[in-house]
Antibody, heavy 126, light 107 residues
Framework: QPQLQESGPGLVKPSETLSLTCTVS????????WGWIRQPPGKGLEWIGS??????????PSYPSLKSRVTISVDASKNQFSLSLTSVTAADTAVYYC?????????????????WGRGTLVTVSS | EIVMTQSPATVSVSPGERATLSCRAS??????LAWYHQKPGQAPRLLIY???TRATGIPARFSGSGSGTEFTLTISSLQSEDFAVYYC?????????FGQGTKVETK
């Protein structure tokens, strides 16, 4: 069973860029969509976006202020994908999870997530 | 986007008892509903998809039901490892959205 591990700074200053990487181990990054989901303290889960290993990308349109600041990228050679969030504020403080979008054996993708990382807490504070 | 509402926020159950968790969608999501659980410090884990299909390795004591806007997750006989937070998520309409979670705690 593949595993996902998030890595990156736990503390980011306001107005700076939050950068996280997710490493896929025990399996290949190919064929799947890989994404980021976050959970602000005391709040629910928010899907941020997902990327296919080929580079096809989806971002959540429900949060325009987030969508305009987010970039998700993939490095298939390293079995990694990354999240970049610019101009962060305290509202971006959250646990950030990386997760795999479900893929049926038939080749059909679904928008639920069948594999998750443990998450990493990122605090935005000066 | 579709809003998912879970109830109750917290449920207190004794080991061996049944727990019933509810999830409601603001509009129909057909059977495109998933359930996850999350223990402290651990990754969320997929339990159910398609409203009622158990994911690989999930014990039979977990069962999901419902369609449209009303869904239920039932844990037939709670084990110690089942005390966790449970989330529902719809994937019928894009973007996918999650409920706020129900915490299952020991009575």
């Amino acid at each position: 069973q593949p595993q996902l591990q998030e890595s990156g700074p736990g503390l980011v200053k306001p107005s700076e860029t939050l950068s996280l990487t997710c490493t896929v181990s025990g399996g290949s990054i190919s064929s799947y969509y890989w994404g980021w989901i976050r959970q602000p303290p005391g709040k629910g889960l928010e899907w941020i976006g997902s990327i296919h290993y080929s580079g096809d990308t989806y971002y959540n349109p429900s949060y325009p202020s987030l969508k305009s600041r987010v970039t998700i990228s993939v490095d298939a050679s390293k079995n990694q994908f990354s999240l970049s969030l610019t101009s962060v504020t305290a509202a971006d403080t959250a646990v950030y999870y990386c997760a795999r979008r479900a893929l049926e054996s038939s080749g059909l993708y679904h928008w639920y997530f069948d594999l998750w990382g443990r998450g990493t807490l990122v605090t935005v504070s000066s | 986007e579709i809003v998912m509402t879970q109830s109750p926020a917290t449920v207190s159950v004794s080991p061996g008892e049944r727990a019933t968790l509810s999830c409601r969608a603001s509009q129909s999501v057909s059977s495109n509903l998933a359930w996850y659980h999350q223990k402290p410090g651990q990754a969320p884990r997929l339990l159910i998809y398609g409203a009622s299909t158990r994911a690989t390795g999930i014990p039979a004591r977990f069962s999901g039901s419902g369609s449209g806007t009303e869904f239920t997750l039932t844990i037939s006989s709670l084990q110690s490892e089942d005390f966790a937070v449970y989330y529902c998520q719809q994937y019928n309409n894009w973007p996918p959205t999650f409920g706020q979670g129900t915490k299952v705690e020991t009575k």
